[in-house]
């Protein structure tokens, strides 16, 4: 049996193999990623490098095995067709007769457009029959502080959002559930709605900037239309910038608001809070 991580060099996927590395033998996991050369850190520790590509459904053939549990991390190529990316790995998962396939989905309560790709990739594996566990993963801490330059230039936050409340957690604290889902048992068609344990507006993030720069950030709310103007001003596709302040009404209606502890519960720990994402991406 080997645990199978998609996507294994990305942002999130990263964080999910170093974590089974603490929790199993290496030889017991394998990383598919698109360049081998990005998971050479992995292979030198004995994990099992596969190159696959959600676009190129050959090159799933033959990767898994009866028993595995694969762990799908959804794909971000926005304007390649997801669904029919993830249906790649769900066919070929379906065909060796997998134990688990767990996905990283979005928020049941999320009717964004970005929901839409995962909405109809849980629609595909349900359809499928294979064993699955939904990873409805809410929103990033890093989404906010890996963008910090344009903020800490024009000392304010600019967002769509209103008032709304965001449960994001980490990276790390997604990864940990993902793991536990992994290495655990009894997860089989379970679905989980996963979220920080404390949920934050963007004026409190903007407070909170303040405290730890020592400046005056500001949060500006702004329409979703002058949002989109903005985000394409600073060179953003059209699509995505549509996209992502379709994410700052749902904000605003409170759809990133989660709050069933089920992240937390998985990770065996307290989420993370938002303000030590912070200090680490002010450090970095």
Known sequence: MSIIVTGATGNLGRHVVEQLLEKVPAEQITAVVRDAQKAAGFAERGVKVATADYNTPASFDGLFSAGDKVLLISGNEFDKGRVQQHKVVIDAAKAAG?????????PGSLTAA???????????????????????????????????????????????????????????????????????????NKTYELGGDTAWSLAEYAAELSRQTGEEITYNSVSPEALVGILTGAGMPEQFARIMAGVDVSIEKGELVVSTGDLSRLAGRPTSPLSEAIAAALKG
């Open 98 to 106: 997998v134990a688990l396939l767990a996905y990283t989905s979005a």
């Open 114 to 188: 970005l929901a839409d790709d995962h909405r109809g990739t849980e629609e595909a594996l349900l359809d499928s029959g294979v064993p699955y566990a939904l990873l409805r993963n809410g929103w990033y801490h890093e989404n906010y502080t890996e963008n910090l330059a344009p903020v800490l230039e024009h000392n304010a936050v600019v967002a769509a959002a209103g008032e709304g409340r965001i449960s994001s957690a980490s990276r790390a604290d997604y990864a940990a559930a993902a793991v536990a889902v992994l290495t655990g048992e009894g997860h089989e």
